[in-house]
């Protein structure tokens, strides 16, 4: 079966830190853009990150830009999501998912969740005093 399995959720206080990762199951994550993803309660699941396919060029969500840091390292077929200054808001459940068609070169940089796909289980991380 193709997909990510994600790890790293914990409960975390406000203003800690955290680092997801994002193992490829079945399938390499080289040839995609790979993108982090979020769900809170009664929310819409939401792009938070997503990076190129060399781990040169990478994207944000204004919610998160300058406290998160995405990269990959595909020798180990793996993403990961650096997660500093938390806040309560950033409580969700947190997916990951490659892009796997688009409407152009440029539109993974707009994370519209119909090009991803090979979606994980994702990891719950809670902020929360």
């Known amino acids: 079966q193709l997909q990510f399995v994600e790890s790293g959720g914990d409960l975390v206080q406000p203003g800690g830190s955290l680092r997801l990762s994002c193992a490829a199951s079945?399938?390499?994550?080289?040839?995609?853009?790979i993108g982090w993803f979020r769900q809170a309660p009664g929310q819409e699941r939401e792009g938070v990150s997503c990076?190129?396919?060399?781990?040169?060029?990478?994207v944000y969500a204004d919610s998160v830009r300058g406290r998160f840091t995405i990269s990959r390292d595909n020798a180990k077929n793996t993403v990961y999501l650096q997660m500093n200054s938390l806040k309560p808001e950033d409580t969700a459940i947190y997916y990951c998912?490659?892009?796997?068609?688009?409407?152009?070169?440029?539109?993974?940089?707009?994370?519209?969740?119909?090009?991803?796909?090979?979606w994980g289980q994702g990891t719950q991380v809670t902020v929360s005093s």
């Open positions: 998912a490659a892009r796997i068609a688009g409407r152009d070169a440029s539109s993974w940089r707009k994370m519209p969740i119909d090009e991803f796909d090979y």
């Open positions: 079945g399938f390499s994550v080289e040839p995609y853009p």
């Open positions: 990076i190129d396919l060399g781990g040169s060029s990478a």
